[in-house]
């Protein structure tokens, strides 16, 4: 019988929905039992990511679940006032933005619903902070500013694709590639889209001098 945090693992990653009924208690158990289920979902999503493979970060996949969990009983239950559990994005590879991408892609729902209410402003501001630290998940959540970490995925073409994707429905001028090819896709994608590109913001600020 699966351990209680798999199956909500399962039912987030299948689904896109959370239901727990006590707060996420981890032990290693719930690593052996997660990291299948986050590989299954893995090699299903990397099959629609353009360029090269992209092989699985199972450290990286398993702590931002974890995260997600704790973002998600801060949302609903009573929880200590801990900072939801960190995730290394200094030395991040493209990998790492895909695996990672596999829960966060959820945390921009979590975010909405606390910043929507003042006892979620700590659950917000944290969720924003990572938010801005992933950027191929933060996408998701129409930030104003900009991202902590510049949106390039180490130079894969099919998350620079991906992120264009996301961007172009929320066009936030501080979250638009400056350069580069992350940039070109960006441009790519507003023009099959008909939007125009916004200006980055210090063109912006030259215009109205």
Known sequence: MSRPFAVWLQRVLVHG??????????AAEDRDEALPL?????ERRALSVAGPALPF?????????RLLAEACWKLVGESPPEPLPPIEVTRASAADHLSV???LRYLPTVYRRAAAHESGAALAAESEGVLRCWPLSGALADLDGEPIIAPEFAGHPGLQLLYAE???KTAQPGWIPTG??????????FSERGRTLPLLPSTEGERRD
């Open 17 to 26: 929905e959370s239901a727990q009924t006590s707060a996420p208690v981890v």
């Open 180 to 189: 580069g090819s992350a940039r070109e896709w960006a441009e790519r994608v």
């Open 38 to 42: 986050l590989r299954a979902a893995h």
């Open 166 to 168: 996301r961007i172009v």
């Open 101 to 103: 991408d596999l829960s």
């Open 57 to 65: 970060a199972p450290e990286s996949a398993w702590r931002a679940a």
